[in-house]
């Protein structure tokens, strides 16, 4: 930051790479879909307990700053975006100051030339953003004070078109921690998505066998045919495919399912909004079947009801929380939720010591009933 700015941001510096309440820092989270975000629109946030405003310019650029006016703290995503200079600025309703996409204070209406206060002494934080997809990550410091691009690139997530077949989102009332353990869980399926149409408890229990690689910040299970049970795969692709599952920190799952001629893609994006809430947004793409968009009134109520059925269980479990810590974590159903944590622990250590992230993850065959 320049000589002679204030930041003014009581968010309190934490270690690197992870805050007190455990969520990883240094970091891209889904902020809005870029749908939500029109030209000349503001959006209000809470993301890991910071309240943000997602703007988009007039010219189309998103950017991003924490929602409060430094002056009387109002949010500033109650004003409006106007031209500042001709350049875009964000103006706070309380008393017109404005601010630059880059957080720094550009005009105050009330100062007179005499009066020794220069507007670009005052800045509010600015959080980098990345759109793309038809989404808008925002990364979030460990430091507010950071200026400067991350050194941590946004999540990719391969090929994809620019809009997205459709977006579903639920706000878990669960830790980030406990809403990624949920979701990915290989063993609840059968109890709490047991559907006749996606897999009927008939069916009874199958041994799984699935072979996991590390891979970036997470992990993939090795491309695989989807389990025989899933009529709707079939249905919907109308011959073979092939699966692979990928999970990448700080809370990234995705999905593709494809064959030669199509190629879909489910991306569930975690973002923690406060200790006991985490919004999950799941967002589906696909190309190259255009008989696929036949399926979506039935693939999105259907996705709907999986994810409502998640958080009707995190609601359960939180009725036990009240009561009791401690869980149990057996083998192998519960070995990516420890690799979860365990990755977590090397995101924290890398960005702490100031070293390159190392994977502790080695490849091996799961093996469970579900
Ligand atoms: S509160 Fe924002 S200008 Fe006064
Ligand atoms: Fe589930």
Known sequence: ??????????????????????????????????????????????????????????????????DICPHRLVPLSAGKMLDTDGEPTVECPYHGWRFGTDGVCRHMPSVLEEQPYEASRFKVRRYPVHEKNGMIFVFIAHDPKVSGEPDVPPPDFGELPDKPKFVIQEDFNAHMDDAVVGLMDPAHVAFVHSQWWWRPPSVGLKLKEKPFVPRDRGWAIDRHQPSSNSLAYKAVFGGKVTTEIIFQLPGYRWEIVENETARLLTLTCLTPIYKKKTRITQVTWFFGAPLLNLAIPIFKPAARKFLRQDGDIVDLQNEGMKYQKAMIWIDDIDVQAKWYRTLKKEWTASRTEGRSFENPIEPVTLRWRS
């Open 1 to 66: 930051m320049p000589d002679g700015q204030t930041l003014i941001d009581k968010t309190v510096e934490t270690q690197p790479g992870i805050t007190s309440e455990g969520w990883l820092t240094d970091s891209w989270y889904l902020g809005c879909t870029s749908k939500e975000l029109k030209p000349g629109g503001l959006l209000h946030r809470i993301m890991l307990d910071q309240p943000i405003v997602i703007g988009r310019t007039e010219a189309g650029e998103a950017f991003a700053l924490r």
